[in-house]
């Protein structure tokens, strides 16, 4: 597939009719560059793959101190999203390069954890990771996800408003909620062309 094809907003699924088993968006996706990668459930065995992920963010890229910087805290902090929360990751033939959450599983306003490898930020994956991250949530019946961002991530802030966060609180750093109702819901699911057998 060409970039041409491809286009910047994901996967070229022209070719693709689907089912009824396909999930509720397209797991495949092509970014910026004509790179291809696939969002997938995260596993306890990635927990490895993951804290060496993390590993590589600077403390430029850091959050509220997220990912921690010490090793040990840092895989602990890993092991306890994939055991509380909902995990997607963005996967490449040799490595993980995203990571979203919703957190705790439960609540009907979960707070979104979400992470792209530095050298891989401006090519669409931490959009695309986002609306696979709610569409999931979505499917799940929450009510909302809510996240924080640094007041000085512009970049962030622009990528959360565009798929429809709303701005709640910014105080110290910037308090975001996406109401997941029927409209904001829709626009997330993204599955392939046609959902019916190629006639």
Not at 56 to 65: C, E, H, V, Y
Not at 155 to 162: N, W
Request: net charge negative; glycine share 8%; hydrophobic share 35%.
């Amino acid at each position: 597939m060409s970039e041409s094809s491809a286009g910047y907003d994901g996967w070229d699924s022209s070719q693709c009719w689907g089912t009824e088993y396909c999930q509720s968006r397209c797991p495949q996706f092509v970014d910026k560059e004509g790179a291809s990668w696939r969002f997938r459930s995260a596993r306890e065995k990635d927990a490895d793959r993951l804290a060496e992920m993390y590993a590589d963010i600077s403390a430029a890229d850091r959050a509220q101190g997220l990912p921690p910087v010490v090793d040990h805290k840092r895989r602990s902090w890993v092991e306890m999203l994939l055991e509380e929360g909902h995990n997607i990751v963005a996967e490449g033939p040799d490595r993980l390069v995203g990571h979203g959450v919703y957190t705790p599983v439960e609540a009907d306003q979960p707070e979104l954890v979400l992470f792209v490898h530095p050298e891989f930020h401006d090519r669409g994956i931490g959009t695309e990771l986002c609306k696979q991250i709610a569409a999931a949530a979505a499917n799940a019946g929450r009510e909302a996800l809510e996240l924080h961002v640094e007041r000085g991530n512009r970049a962030a802030i622009s990528v959360y408003r565009r798929i429809g966060f709303e701005v709640v609180d910014d105080d110290h750093s910037i308090e975001m909620v996406l109401p997941l109702d029927d409209t904001v819901a829709a626009s997330v699911r993204a599955p392939p062309a046609e959902q019916s057998p190629k006639a």
